[in-house]
């Protein structure tokens, strides 16, 4: 099956700064790339997303990368501001079976 | 417009009791599913369905069971509860999934199970 990995698991930045975050996945088969936010006790919301076709997706401070070669894709977080503190989690769609799988999350903390 | 509605937000079960969550969405969605979120971990998929009267398993189906009898409904069910399914589980929706689209995902607002 899929194998998803985030890295870093934690990452600090200070506030302004760019943040990138990368999840690597093992199924060449994988079709859609998407970005999840995660805030305390809340529920995940999706930030950014990208299909397979497509190299690089750009929203406002956010973006996403896609290397189907290399098997990852990366989350660009720039002008990093407080409200950026969250998890963050990478869900790459294996095929056409609805499955996302979920990375273990990677925590950013934005230092003022 | 509430989106995805999950009742109960939180419960306490004892071990070997029953249970049953519910998860409501109100944007005409095909495709509902439940997830269960550990700590410091990502969602693992429990069950899923593509449409009124379909489920399938996901990642995780052991000891749980869902039904789809009305379109906006996807119930999950805990027969026997045991410790080991404490967590959050969140339901969520989406529209209908084309080969290689898009496919954003609205989540509820979790439930919080603990079993004893």
Redesign the interface.
Known sequence: GENVEQHPSTLSVQEGDSAVIKCTYSDSASNYFPWYKQELGKRPQLIIDIRSNVGEKKDQRIAVTLNKTAKHFSLHITETQPEDSAVYFCAPRVGSNYQLIWGAGTKLIIKP | NAGVTQTPKFRVLKTGQSMTLLCAQDMNHE?MYWYRQDP??????IH?S?GEGTTAK??VPDGYNVSRLKKQNFLLGLESAAPSQTSVY?CASSSI?R???????H????TRLSIL
């Not at chain 2, 080969?99 to 995902?105: D, F, L, T």
């Not at chain 2, 989540?107 to 979790?110: A, C, K, L, S, V």
């Open positions: 495709y410091g971990m990502g969602l693992r998929l899923y593509v996901g990642e969140f999934v080969q290689g689209g898009s496919q954003p995902q989540f509820g607002d979790g």
